[in-house]
């Protein structure tokens, strides 16, 4: 329901302000003096969607809710680590350095490249952000890629008292 999506895009915001005060608290950065990487990329790259107001008018709900889904599912430093591979001409050198360099992670801390899931569900998250242009026009976006909606019905069905 609209209600519940609304719901879920304020926890997301209100989470990405925890995440953003403790990366504030590790980097010794004034508190609330950075700007989350999720709001600053969302910003930047995809200024419908940060507007509420905006974001109804170009997304359908049950694209609104895989987004939702997809970004409680994709960590930061896949999308940062797919962001700076694409950047780089989809060779993998130098990527992790980067990706470290970004979150402030020392040489020795391990970071992976992510896998193929993660690399999809970013893929399907940019994908999903990225609205279809017209005529140089911003139009509605498309279909949602998982139907989020069956996913909650099925869950109801192996969970009786599930609620919204």
Known sequence: SEESIKWTENFISWIENSMQNRFDELTGTEPGGGVSFWLDYLQRYYPE???E???VQYYSLPVRANIAV???QVRLPSLYWRMYYAQNGFKK???IA???EFFHMSAEEELKAPNRKELERGDNLVDL???NTINGKS???KMPIYDVEAAYRQLQQE???TDE
């Open 49 to 51: 969607y940060v507007s």
């Open 53 to 55: 107001e905006q974001r």
């Open 70 to 72: 997809l970004m409680r």
């Open 93 to 95: 050198r130098g990527v």
């Open 98 to 100: 980067k990706v470290k």
């Open 129 to 131: 952000l990225t609205l």
């Open 139 to 141: 139009v509605a976006n």
């Open 159 to 161: 969970i009786p008292g």
